[in-house]
């Protein structure tokens, strides 16, 4: 090996060592990391919901919609829920625990099932029960309502089918939990709304809103 070929090995050794080391200082440069005036991440929360269920879409208030709810459309929009629950007496459990007497009964309490720690959480150690209010949130959007639960279901959007799927559960009971009271303010403007139809989706034509007749004058259902 001449003196010549010795140069140019040492030359293109040199070249590579310059553009590596040229490389790395733009790089850096292009990437230099900023950092923050304040070390972490910002996390933008809500305020006034901390803790609390996790925020859910605005809903009519299930008292009205249950007015016109029909149990009977609404054991066919339990099929939707078969796969993971039985509705019978005494039935078993499957993925979900059976929902017999579902209705005012508390919240992670039935025998034999293993809730998810975000459920039994919600229960509030037995102090929170499945009133018509959390099962029509719930059902809305089970992981929005109550976030964590084991319920892989996304949840039923539509009012009037979710109103005569809780007419159902209302019906699988020896005896079943009263109907909450129709809220005044709120049976008049639905009234009203029956008038322009369009609206309410599938709600049937009905042929006037019903005289409140049948609403029982129901013991009042605080909760
Ligand atoms: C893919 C399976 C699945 C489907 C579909 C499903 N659920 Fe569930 N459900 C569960 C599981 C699992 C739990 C227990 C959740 C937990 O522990 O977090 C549950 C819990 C519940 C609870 C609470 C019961 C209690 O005793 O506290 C109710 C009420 C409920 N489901 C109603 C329904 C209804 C109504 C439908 C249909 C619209 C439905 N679920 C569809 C799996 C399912």
Redesign the pocket.
């Known amino acids: 090996m001449d003196s010549f070929e010795l140069n140019k090995i040492v030359g293109a050794l040199l070249g590579t060592v310059f553009v590596v080391f040229s490389v790395t200082l733009v790089a850096d440069a292009l990437f230099a990391a900023h950092s923050p005036e304040t070390p972490g991440y910002a996390i933008e929360a809500a305020e006034g919901n901390v803790g609390g269920p996790a925020e859910v879409e605005e809903t009519v208030s299930i008292a009205a919609l249950l007015q016109d709810a029909d149990p009977a459309k609404g054991e066919a929009v ?1 099929r ?2 078969q ?3 039985t509705p019978d007496k005494g039935g078993a459990n499957k ?3 059976n ?1 017999w007497s ?1 209705v005012n ?1 508390p ?4 025998e034999g099932f293993s ?2 720690s ?2 039994r959480e919600f229960a509030g150690g037995g102090s929170q029960l ?1 009133d018509y209010d959390h ?1 029509n949130e ?2 809305l959007n089970p992981k929005g309502y109550i976030r964590g ?5 996304a949840g ?1 959007k539509k009012d009037p089918e979710r109103a005569d ?1 809780i007419a159902y ?1 209302r019906t699988l009971a020896d005896s079943p939990a009263p109907l909450p009271e129709a809220p005044a303010a709120e049976t008049e403007s639905a009234a009203a709304a029956e008038g322009d139809a369009a609206s309410a989706g599938n709600a049937e034509p009905a042929a006037g809103a019903e005289p409140a007749g049948d609403a029982e004058p129901a013991d009042e259902n605080s909760n």
């Open positions: 339990f939707k829920c796969a993971c629950h993925v979900g625990p929902l579902v009964r919240i992670a309490s039935h809730f998810s975000a459920m499945w099962l719930f059902l639960t084991a319920m892989a279901f039923l799927l559960l």
